[in-house]
Every structure is written in C-alpha cells, then in structure tokens.
C-alpha cells in the first residue's frame, strides 16, 4: 500500500512526482457504487427470459431493450459529464446512482414492453454518467506508472462482485413474477449505495496526479476552459480517435447482451443454470483485470508506450481465439461453458487496465470527462446498439450461435489488426501530451 502525502515539495522548474490524498479512499468508494450501478444496468439483461417468459418476449426484444439502453447514453453521457463540470463530479455521481434507482425500482413494475423499454432507458441514461466520471476521478487520483494498476483493482472487483449478485439476483427467477423483486431490490441498494459516495468520496480535482502540475498553487488557473471546440479537437489526436475505432468493433461487448440467451436457447439450459456462468466470468475478468494491471505496470518499465498496445491486441486475438472454442462446438453441461466463461472473462477483462491508460495518457486533464464519456458512452454505445439490433434480429434467422462467429471472432480479429495503427502514433502523441503539459507549468512559473 502506498503512503500518501498531501503536502508534496514545492521546487521551482521540477515536476516532482504526487502521490494524490484518498486516492485508495477514492478508488474503493468508487468500485463500490459502480458494482451496483453496474448490476442494475445488466439485470434486465441477466433476468430477460424470465422478463420474456411473463412478457411474452422474443430474442428481439432483448436486442431492442439492450439498444436502446445504450443508444440513450450519446447524449446522456456528454450531458452527465458536462454537469459535472458545473455542480462537481461527486454531487453529480450521487445524482446519477439515486436517479437510476428510482427509474429501476419503477421498471419493476412493468406492465408491458413498451413501459419496460421507457423505464430501462430511463435507468441507462441516468446510470451511463457515472463511469466516465468515475475513470476521470481515477486518472486525476493516480500517476501515469499507476493507473493500469488502479484500472484493473477498479474493474476487476467491479466484476467479481457483480458476478456474485447476478446469479443471487437470479435466484427470485424461481418465484412467480420473481423478476420484479430482483429489480426492486438492486434499485434500493443503488440508491443506498449513493451514501457512501456523499460521504467518502474525495474529488482530487482535475490535473492532480500530473507531476507538472501537482505543486502548483491555483492548479485550476492553469487549465483552459472546456469549450465544445476544445472537445472536439480530441478526434485530431490519432490515438485517440484509433480507440473510438476500436470500441466500435469490440464485439466482446456482445457477449454481456446474449450471453444467458444463447445459453437458454440454442444450448437448452434453463434461465437459473445459466445465470451460475456469470460467477466464473466474474471470476476470470477479475483475474484479467487485476493481473492485467499488474503486467501492464511491468510491462511499461521494459517496453515504454508499446507495451500497453501489444497487451491490448493481445487480447483481442486471444478472445477470438477462446470465443470460436467456446460458442462453436457443443458440450454436454454447464460446467465447460463456465470454463470457457472464465477464459472469455480473462480476455475481457485485460481490455480496461490497457484501453483507459492509453485514452488518459493521450488527453489533457481537463477534457478526460469527456472523453472518457465520448470512449464509454458515445462510441461504446454506437457499437452497442449495432451489435445488439443487428444480432437480435440475425439471431431470430440464423441463430445467435452464427452470429456469435462473426462478431466475436472474425470482428475481434480485425480490431486486432487495427490496434497495430496504435505503435506508430501512440509514443507520439504521450509526447505531445506532455509537451502540453509541461509548457503549462513553466507559463504558470513565470507568473510567480
């Protein structure tokens, strides 16, 4: 565990590395309300053929819930982010897990799709806020050398834990309109979950984990105003427009959406047994998260910049290569696909300690609100949408397990390949980045 200061040595011209109050603080306050937020925005997913039975849904359904879902976070993702700019991060974290609460308390009681599929996006729009923010905190909390490592703990307990309370949550399947009190529940623990953040959550504020910048006194009167055009000047950083790219063509997002369908459908377990997966695909994207961080951080002291972008593609091409084994041949019971569950959850997992350095080491401090909400919201969604439409309705005529072949492979294969773009320009633009950085500071210091 490191040891935190909060009075760092002032010493004019160096940047003498900061390591941020309450950053751990943070990091476990935060960790703590996305797993709920995170398992409300999935239970509608993790309940569906129970949601489907009781509704009278089909495949489609799914697809269009999942959508919709996510298609509201291109412009709820950038408003949250902007909010947060206005009434503070923290506030604005409280208000997107008590708003998302009460809309999934009220999905609870649909009657039909039409009010489920309001309410579900409802809950997505207010909920989709909080991780952009939550990643920018974590940047602002962490150095550079550290943040894969904050990236994977973040993640990787995230999941570990929400794959616990999915297959509880599951569990009220077994009960006549069981679904119902699973969503009731998890929305009066989201908003419960508010509190801690209220509370304990300590907003270092923006740029204090850069070494130009941590010793300088009014920090803020050395960062420019976020205007529109200052955001959309990310999209001339090549690094970071490669990753949009990138997030379109994540097909691994789609096994979150159809997972416990194809399960149910084309492989015949019920609803219940094929929510255990979820523990063993928690199990194995803790572990590619956590010790993805781990190796990242290692990784980085022996091949600089480019060792974050092989780990990344790396994973692109093992999950390929695991997905074609796991969803193209049939097996006898559920114990294999939870194996396979777990290697897919390793592959997916490696992705956050990788792809969320990379973004933040390429952005100034003052625009990763947004960016992170424009990565994890905007074109996160936009292949959301694509991906769970166009397989909703493929699956109905040629079975979710053809379209799992294309998406989850041959897709992931051709991500791989245009990560490679990312050893040319990533070193780069850090350069560049921190050119920026380290210009801001001699300004700030001839102003003294």
């Not at 300590?202 to 009167?221: I, N, T, Y």
Request: proline share 4%.
């Amino acid at each position: 565990m490191d040891i935190e200061t909060s009075s760092p040595n002032k010493v004019e011209g160096s940047t003498q590395a900061r390591r941020v109050p309450h950053r751990w603080q943070n990091l476990a306050t935060l960790t703590g309300i996305t797993v709920v937020d995170n398992t409300e925005h999935g239970l509608s997913t993790t309940l569906f053929p129970s949601i489907a039975a009781a509704l009278h849904l089909q495949s489609s359904h799914l697809g269009v819930l999942a959508a919709i879902g996510k298609f509201v976070a291109v412009p709820a993702g950038p408003a949250w982010a902007w909010l947060a700019g206005r009434i503070g991060r923290r506030e604005t974290l409280v208000t997107t897990s008590i708003v998302g609460g009460i809309f999934g308390i009220a999905a609870g009681f649909s009657q039909d799709f039409t009010q489920l599929l309001i309410f579900n996006a409802l809950m997505s729009a207010a909920l989709i806020g909080g991780g952009p923010i939550a990643m920018a905190i974590i940047a602002d909390s962490f150095e550079d050398s550290q943040r894969s490592k904050a990236a994977g703990y973040f993640y990787g307990f995230v999941s570990l834990i929400s794959a616990f309370l999915g297959p509880l949550i599951a569990m009220f399947t077994g009960l006549t309109d069981g679904w119902r009190y699973g969503m009731w529940s998890i929305g009066v623990i989201c908003i419960l979950a508010a509190l801690p953040v209220a509370f304990l959550l300590k907003d270092p504020g923006v740029g204090a984990s850069e070494s130009q910048l941590a010793d300088l006194s009014g920090r803020d009167r050395v960062m420019p105003k976020v205007t529109v055009q200052s955001v959309l000047s990310l999209f001339r950083i090549p690094s970071f427009s490669i990753m949009m790219l990138s997030r379109l063509l994540s097909g691994h997002l789609l096994i979150a959406v159809f997972g416990i369908q194809f399960l149910v459908t084309e492989r015949g377990f019920t609803n219940a047994v094929a929510a255990t997966v979820l523990l063993p695909f928690g199990v194995g994207y803790f572990a590619g998260t956590v010790g993805g961080g781990l190796l990242i951080s290692r990784l980085d002291k022996i091949l600089p910049h480019i060792g974050r972008v092989a780990y990344l593609q790396g994973a692109q091409i093992f999950f390929a290569i695991v997905a074609f084994f796991a969803t193209q041949i049939r097996y006898d019971g559920i114990a294999v696909y939870a194996i396979f569950m777990v290697l897919l959850g390793f592959c997916q997992g490696a992705n956050p300690p990788a792809n969320r350095p990379i973004v933040a080491a390429v952005v100034p401090p003052e625009l990763r609100n947004q960016a992170f909400a424009i990565f994890l919201n905007v074109f996160e969604t936009i292949g959301w949408v694509t991906f769970s439409l166009g397989a909703g309705i493929l699956a109905a005529t040629l079975g979710i397990q053809t379209v799992f072949f294309w998406v989850l492979v041959v897709l992931m294969l051709v991500n791989a390949a245009v990560l490679s773009s990312l050893y040319f320009c990533y070193p780069r633009d850090v350069a560049r980045n921190t050119e920026t950085l380290e210009q801001r500071r001699r300004d700030a210091l001839q102003e003294i």
